[in-house]
């Protein structure tokens, strides 16, 4: 290519990077038109938008025709290495990227990932659509080259070209604003995902830590927390190597789409078929994941516990249960009072004591035996079954029995087959043989993102695990739970160390360890590395201003009046969920650390960065703008695109992206890998690295301050803070003020925690490409996943707990199925049941279920041409086809979807493998639909009042585990409606 595309300068007012209207219909009119369309296509993905350049002569290109075009696509500059950080599964799929006269042209999957052994099945092709076309996001019209700010009102799409100078500059003057107004609490940090790579993500994070303010936690908003699993086993992040799936006998895959969201995992599904697994797929719609499943489990909306626990019923009546597994992993063997229904406690038994001592009936010994808190190892044999007296310290005698009991009577009143049958929506034979199946069977029985954002998504993971429980299915080869475990010590070290490495860096971390240890074997003796590695993240997670994100909304953002409709929450509850936030906050379980901003101050500037709020937040659209946008002086987002969000800003500063940047993956185990970015090409116009603009506004904070002559601050711990330190102390007194130094020392400190090889670098990573997982650090993570990892063999969780009978890291030390606490007893829930989902949004006949479109991840993608081009190029409501038809509704007209809070008009698009009660919206951005009306308008995102429990050691919130999710979305309740013709005539 003899030409590049060059931004034009521009002054005064301007829209979004939209073509020019007049242009486009001169192209139309003219000869051209082909051309510019064959131009796009030949050139693989190249930009529409470039090609009215060179037709504008703006630009330049040197080929005399199409076949010259067609042949010179396969000639090259230069080969580098690339990935994208875009926060999709598995994440690290190399690719080769080819770049010619400074423009990246096209990209390939590099076909690097090797097999672990022999034995199993390599993990190539790496990489998916969106990957392969990425270059045509690089150069997009939504592409933001210059710092723009806001003319008009936000939201109004009117932006004027300013200088990073006049950007930073009044930027830093709303953060000291802020600060002199109600301290650091006034900085909002958008809890963004991984979307601008390992050193971006980190510098957002280290920027918030620096100047202390607020965080609300991203895992959580997504909704990407599996809260059962928190509460049964004391953790979520429990990954698997997707060649784990070919030592599964059977595999069991719920509330997920890998067809969709898991594309270049998926021949493992297939490949373990050919290896004589068997593949189930549980789901309301008969999905693409569907389609290769040797059963489909047709489960209601929501109904999944019914099904799981119809499962545990078949394998206690037909006696396929593990007992010794039961009686080991489990608190399936510890005692019940009868009287209270709550566990028999030292303090009941001795007067005195450890309220977190639990018993055994030995049936060798023929009395009370103490469950050890330290090993899961035990001499004796403990009852599952039958009834026992114990006398009690003042003397008093109550019956007792094993929590086993209480299972087995709870699944013969509610859970027989037919019983579970009506409840799930799946008929008995089918519930009866997958549970045959599993009880038999090695499984794995993996649960998607999607399920956490069922309402009683807790309740059907529980159930899940006591099916798992039963038939002895976790902690052994072909068995998990999810992907989801992320080694990430280099990024979250980077975040918060004060010294580069040579300088002792870590020694901070040492010395804080070494703390929490003592003052925690004071207290227990029986403290775990796991115990401390959690305790070491809590601290952390409050120091770098982490915080409940549920909280913050019903604080700041007027979502208290969504989440205290009590006609939307579960009728079982007799309060409102702001009613179990003050008294969860009453009795010490959410300290102030976690409802930042404090009372009695309020957020001024907010930064966006690798994030999306408005499409993200469940109506944030309506919330925001009404309650949240008021109070913030001061607007900003740090991205390479015009995002749905970035549209509503005061300020977007543009960053450089994939390609033009160096940078890497990360990896949550399915490809146990980390991708190489090699900078293939500089950054557009005027973009910068996020690192760098960071440090960069620090530096000009510390400006202004001494311009007004301020030289201090107090954070929200009590600890003075200097205005003219702060980019000090964010480069490390200019060790690290570059984005490349950055990422040079983030290298060295993942092999110091020995995640990456010894001695690696940007020059050693650059050699390989991808980069083998070495090991899971020396943090918390390492015990959480309970495993040592091989990279040659497949890898899988819980093994310590199993083999080595390590104990769990929750209240009984033990996978806890009884969780007696008051909130739980009173809402019928100390047990997994099903419960049918509140009728969140008002009283309608539909569920609205969604996720992950086949064309795009987390909406990257979802404005590019030739993405668009590949299904109906706008967003579409999936319902079944004879409902619609009941409905007078035909296939291609827009539609009005509405509850009892909000609307949005959509096309339809109707099909038979959708359910009955069900419609279905996967992600799109919100300036795709009519007057800005995005579908998560309607979503609310009504959290589980429950999960405002303490007092447990598994109900407490540290980054990105636990506390109520605001994102339970696949709940709400819908109706869909035609829209009168007048209506559209007018559209």
Not at 18 to 37: H, N, Y
Not at 141 to 156: F, N
Not at 280 to 302: C, E, M, Q
Not at 404 to 411: D, H, Q
């Amino acid at each position: 290519m003899a030409g590049t595309e060059k931004s034009k300068p521009r002054s005064g007012p301007v829209e979004d990077d939209k073509f020019d209207e007049d242009r486009r219909r001169f192209l139309k009119a003219g000869g051209v038109s082909a051309l510019a369309l064959s131009m796009s296509q030949l050139g693989g993905v190249i930009s529409s938008g470039f090609v009215d350049s060179v037709f504008a002569g703006e630009s330049e290109i040197g080929y005399s025709g199409t076949d010259d075009l067609y042949r010179d696509i396969w000639k090259w500059d230069k080969v580098t290495w690339g990935t994208h950080t875009n926060a999709c599964v598995p994440n690290g799929c190399s690719f080769r990227v080819f770049t010619k006269n400074g423009m990246v042209w096209r990209e390939e999957q590099a076909m690097r990932n090797d097999s672990s052994n022999p034995e199993y099945p390599d993990y190539n092709p790496l990489g998916c659509q969106k990957g392969c076309t990425f270059h045509a996001n690089l150069y997009s019209e939504a592409r933001i080259t210059h710092p723009l700010k806001r003319v008009g009102p936000r939201g109004g799409g009117q932006w004027q070209r300013v200088s990073w100078d006049e950007a930073l500059t009044e930027i830093a003057e709303s953060i000291v604003d802020g600060i002199e107004e109600f301290g650091p609490d006034s900085f909002i940090t958008d809890g963004a995902h991984f979307n601008a790579g390992a050193v971006g993500f980190t510098s957002l994070y280290r920027f918030n830590n620096i100047l202390g303010g607020v965080t609300p936690d991203w895992n959580v908003m997504n909704g990407d927390i599996y809260t059962g699993l928190h509460q049964t086993l004391g953790k979520m992040s429990l990954g698997y190597s997707a060649d784990n799936l070919l030592d599964a006998e059977l595999i069991i895959l719920t509330t997920t789409n890998w067809s969709y969201t898991n594309t270049p995992l998926y021949h493992f599904l297939t490949e373990a078929k050919y290896n004589g697994s068997e593949f189930v797929s549980v789901a309301p719609d008969y999905s693409p994941n569907t389609i290769h499943a040797d059963y489909h489990v047709p489960v209601k909306p929501g109904g999944d516990a019914a099904f799981w626990l119809g499962m545990c019923y078949v394998m206690i009546e037909q006696d396929l249960v593990d007992r010794a597994f039961v009686k080991e992993q489990t608190d399936l063997a510890l005692l019940q009072r009868l009287d209270t229904g709550k566990f028999l406690r030292q303090t009941d038994v001795a007067g005195e004591g450890r309220e977190d001592q639990f018993y055994f009936w030995d049936l060798r010994a023929d009395g009370l035996a103490a469950a050890s808190r330290s090993t899961l190892a035990f001499d004796g044999d403990q009852a599952l079954e039958g009834t026992f007296t114990v006398t009690l310290a003042d003397g008093s005698r109550v019956r007792v029995a094993p929590v086993f009991e209480g299972v087995k009577r709870l699944l013969r009143e509610e859970y027989t087959l037919d019983q579970a049958a009506a409840k799930s929506g799946v008929h008995q034979s089918l519930i009866k043989k997958i549970a045959m199946k599993m009880a038999t069977r090695r499984t794995l029985t993996h649960t998607g993102w999607g399920g956490c954002k069922i309402y009683h998504s807790d309740l059907i993971e529980r159930a899940m695990l006591l099916a798992g429980a039963l038939s002895g299915n976790w902690g052994k080869p072909g068995t998990g739970h999810t992907m989801y475990s992320m080694p990430a010590d280099h990024m979250e070290l980077m975040m918060v160390m004060e010294k580069p490495l040579h300088k002792g860096g870590l020694d901070q971390v040492g010395i804080m360890q070494q703390a929490i240890v003592k003052q925690m074997e004071a207290n227990d003796p029986a403290v775990t590395p796991e115990n401390v590695g959690i305790e070491m993240v809590k601290l952390l997670t409050s120091s770098m201003g982490w915080v409940p994100p549920a909280m913050f909304l019903y604080n700041h953002c007027g979502y208290d009046t969504l989440y205290n409709n009590k006609e939307w929450q579960d009728p079982a509850l007799e309060r409102t969920f702001g009613e179990y936030l003050q008294e969860a906050a009453d009795k010490g379980w959410w300290k102030p650390e976690h409802l930042r901003p404090a009372p009695g101050k309020e957020p001024r500037v907010m930064v966006m960065c690798g994030g999306n709020p408005l499409r993200k937040i469940r109506s944030a659209a309506i919330m925001y703008p009404e309650h949240l946008f008021p109070k913030l002086k001061m607007m900003f987002a740090i991205e390479p695109r015009m995002s749905f969000t970035a549209l509503h800003c005061d300020f977007v500063l543009p960053a450089a992206w994939y390609y033009e940047k160096a940078d890497m993956s990360y990896t949550v185990t399915g490809n146990p890998r980390y991708a190489y970015i090699e900078q293939a090409v500089e950054p557009q116009g005027e973009a910068r690295k996020e690192w760098e603009i960071f440090a960069a506004l620090l530096k000009k904070v510390g400006d202004v301050a001494t311009c007004r002559g301020l030289e201090t601050y107090t954070n929200f711990f009590g600890q003075e803070q200097r205005y003219d330190q702060l980019w000090n102390r964010f480069t490390m007194d200019g060790y690290l003020e570059t984005h490349d130094e950055a990422f040079e020392e983030m290298i060295k400190v993942g092999a110091a925690f020995e995640l990456f090889p010894e001695g690696s670098s940007m020059a050693s990573m650059k050699k390989v490409g991808m980069v083998e997982l070495r090991g899971f650090g020396h943090g918390w993570l390492r015990d959480c996943v309970a495993n040592e990892y091989d990279p040659r063999k497949p890898f899988f969780s819980l093994r310590w707990h199993v083999d080595n009978k390590v104990v769990y890291p929750t209240h009984t030390r033990r996978a806890q199925f009884m969780l007696d606490h008051d909130w739980f007893m009173e809402a019928g829930e100390q047990l997994p049941v099903h419960k049918s989902a509140p009728k969140i949004g008002g009283d309608h006949p539909f569920t609205i279920t969604g996720g992950h479109p086949r064309h795009s991840i987390h909406a990257v993608h979802l404005t590019q041409d030739e993405m668009l081009r590949l299904h109906r190029g706008q967003p579409v409501l999936h319902m079944n086809d004879a409902i619609a038809s009941e409905r007078g509704l035909s296939d291609g007209e827009i539609v009005e979807v509405f509850n009892d809070f909000s609307d949005f008009r959509i096309m339809l698009r109707t099909s038979p493998t959708v359910a009955p009660g069900q419609v279905i919206v996967y992600m799109w951005e919100g300036h795709q639909f009519e007057g800005w009306k995005v579908f998560n308008r309607a979503l609310i995102g009504q959290p589980k009042p429950l999960h405002l429990a303490g007092g447990y050691e598994q109900f407490r919130y540290y980054a990105i585990n636990g506390s109520p999710s605001p994102a339970k979305d696949r709940s709400v309740r819908v109706d869909v409606r035609k829209i009168p013709q007048i209506q559209i005539t007018q559209l």
